[in-house]
């Protein structure tokens, strides 16, 4: 089994910044992507950003620039720095990592989710 903990949400004004982080723990051979998503009050789940094993990032077009996707391999954990944050960028985000637990199941796996509030 494996879990998924993230950290770092809060409420921060327009304009300001949060690291959210993901650590996984359990039974994992290695981690493929890992990635981060938002769900807002009434609407659906969405990428906010992913990152693939070899550190390749992709991000949606709403957060391009204003947010960076990390991950240390030896902590099995991803980072989201979040800066300029906005009103529209509050939503509960959530952490999910594509985990290999052994030598041939690959499991998606999601974090239980994290509040982010921008508000002044």
């Known amino acids: 089994q494996v879990q998924l903990v993230e950290s770092g949400g809060g409420l921060v004004q327009p304009g300001g910044s949060l690291r959210l982080s993901c650590a996984a723990s359990g039974t994992i051979v290695s981690i493929y992507h890992m990635g981060w998503y938002r769900q807002a009050p009434g609407k659906q789940r969405e990428l906010v950003a992913d990152?693939?094993?070899?550190?390749?990032?992709n991000y949606a077009d709403s957060v391009e620039g204003r947010f960076t996707i990390s991950r240390d391999n030896a902590k099995n954990t991803v980072y989201l720095q979040m800066s300029s944050l906005k009103f529209e960028d509050t939503a509960v985000y959530y952490c999910?990592?594509?985990?290999?637990?052994?030598?041939?199941?690959?499991?998606?796996?999601w974090g239980q989710g994290t509040q982010v509030a921008v508000s002044s």
């Open positions: 999910k990592m594509m985990v290999k637990i052994n030598l041939v199941i690959v499991n998606d796996y």
């Open positions: 990152i693939s094993a070899g550190g390749n990032t």
